[in-house]
């Protein structure tokens, strides 16, 4: 895709040019990544559960699932964990402003008290949050070359080429979405919950990862403002 800037780059301009070379995403469009070898990717968000809090049998009843679900693995998959500071710069803001709108004494001084713990609390010690990723691929190894007649038949009806090609992305989504399926359905029994991200979503969850300064005062995307229900 053509950069929209003039031929005269400044330093920065040039630097962002060249800094896009090494990224693999050709574009992202109907919830999944594609790669610039063709290939496909979509991306799972999963919660995490706390294994020490469960009990014994609720333990190994999860090692099964987990188990089960690897056992039925006959494609890779890739697991990714975002570590990220929390700004709470907002939620610092909300306090500040109850606590000036409240007209109980009492609240209001409770509500002061808790603004300078949670204040003093994050200047002692960062506060992380972490992120779970699935990503699924699907590569198109059986997609056929096109031949000389091949590209004769695209000249000739160039139309029709852009029908066939748009058929066959439709079909290898298709495909790739029953694997997103499996896997939902896999580790359903863990007790995770879990939700492919859209577009938008994975927009914003590429646009972090490549500008980590600028999304730590950025919306993050929550995973329990997304919808769980997708299975």
Sequence with gaps: MELLHS????????????????????????????????????????????????STQEQEAIIVAYQGFLNSLDFPIQIIISTRKIDINPYIDMLDEKEKTQPNELLRFQISEYRGFIKNLVGAANIMTKSFYIVVPFALTEAKKEGFLDRIQIALNPKQAILERQMEFENYKNQLWQRVDHIMAGLSGTGIKMAPLKTEELIELFYNAYNPKVSESAEKIEAEKLQFDRI
């Design 7 to 54: 031929k005269t780059l400044t330093k920065n301009e040039g630097m962002g040019k060249s800094a896009q070379e090494f990224v693999d995403i050709a574009e992202i469009k109907d919830n999944i990544v594609v790669l610039k070898n063709g290939t496909l990717r979509a991306v799972i968000m999963v919660s995490s559960i706390n294994f020490d809090l469960k």
